[in-house]
């Protein structure tokens, strides 16, 4: 399977239009069509037909679409890997996934001091939650991955940050519970939930709670909190989440209770194990392993 082909469908699936992808691939209509056609008749499947107005993807398009951009993301790294090894001067892009959390100011703070000595060395973060960080770590599309909470990390090797995030509630500055100064489970019975995909999987509030979470009246989940956090603006709920995630300032509109018992979530820098990082990689893992030792703390 070429590689070119795979960018030539990805335009297509983009532009969902052919005449149009054809012209920012600089070739002609009949030529790109040729190509995917030869392309499907490689994957024995149809990627997509034909509309009035352009072109829908199939099921199987939609997936291949998904494949297709992570071995064109792949191809993309690998090349800069083995670019970087021809030279003496560090360069190259460091990938990370993460959750939303506060705890990625850690990792901003090691990046600022990186590029201060090394700046030729680049970053890229893609957000996302467990399920999503550890796929794309699993495929190696990404060099580190920062969870928060409690995950499965037995297939790589990790550093637990010095601070963890606190679990609370979001509410509307107008409800009732706004007047509280913690939240205990008697207090989220009979209420609206919105519940973080993670928290929901990984059973991470059954503990607290003194009874399955799966009981409690969960209306909505998410996998990033700030379309969850305007789901409570407008009124459908409360949400579940970490602290420092969400805009709960006085003119906000929100506001966040932390959860009693205290609930708190650790968060840990991954990477697979016996991997070889890039020698931008390394010195990201060098830096953050020297910075956690020394227990330094964020700037404001």
């Known amino acids: 399977m070429e590689i070119r082909l795979l960018k030539y469908f990805l335009e297509a699936a983009n532009e969902l239009h052919i005449t149009r992808a054809s012209q920012k691939l600089h070739m002609t209509q009949p ?6 056609g030869k392309l499907e008749r490689e994957l024995g499947r149809k990627l997509y037909v034909r509309e009035n107005y352009g072109i ?3 099921n199987d398009g939609i997936l291949f679409r998904k494949r297709a951009q992570e071995i064109v993301d792949l191809e993309a790294k690998t090349r800069a890997e083995f670019a970087d090894e021809n030279t003496e001067i560090i360069t190259g892009t460091v990938y990370i996934g993460a ?4 705890g990625v100011k850690h990792i901003g703070r090691v990046i600022r001091k990186i590029r201060a000595e090394f ?3 680049n970053y890229r973060m893609i957000s996302g939650d467990y399920e999503d960080v550890a796929e794309k770590l699993t495929r190696g599309l990404i060099d580190f991955g920062l969870f928060v909470g409690k995950v499965s990390l037995k297939d790589y090797d ?15 500055s107008d409800d009732p519970l706004a007047a509280k100064e913690s939240i205990t489970p008697d207090d989220i019975k009979g209420r609206e939930l919105l519940f973080s995909h993670q928290a929901q999987a990984h059973g991470e509030f059954s503990e607290w709670l003194g009874f399955r979470a799966d009981s409690l009246n ?3 989940t998410h996998n990033l909190a700030y379309n969850a ?3 409570v603006r407008e009124g459908l709920g409360v949400l579940i989440t970490i ?3 969400i805009d709960t300032s006085n003119d906000s509109g929100l506001k966040f209770i932390p959860l009693m018992p205290e609930m708190k979530a650790e968060l840990i820098l991954a990477w697979k194990k016996e991997s070889i990082l890039s020698k931008a990689a390394q010195k990201f893992l060098q830096v953050f392993k020297r910075s956690i030792t020394q227990n330094v703390q964020p700037q404001a």
């Open 229 to 231: 956090s305007v789901m």
């Open 243 to 245: 602290d420092g995630i």
């Open 119 to 121: 700046p030729s060395i």
């Open 158 to 172: 990790c550093i637990t940050l010095p601070e963890c995030d606190t679990w609370g509630l979001i509410v509307r």
């Open 31 to 36: 030529s790109l069509s040729k190509q995917l």
């Open 56 to 58: 829908r993807l199939t």
């Open 99 to 102: 959750g939303e959390t506060d």
């Open 218 to 220: 969960i209306t909505g």
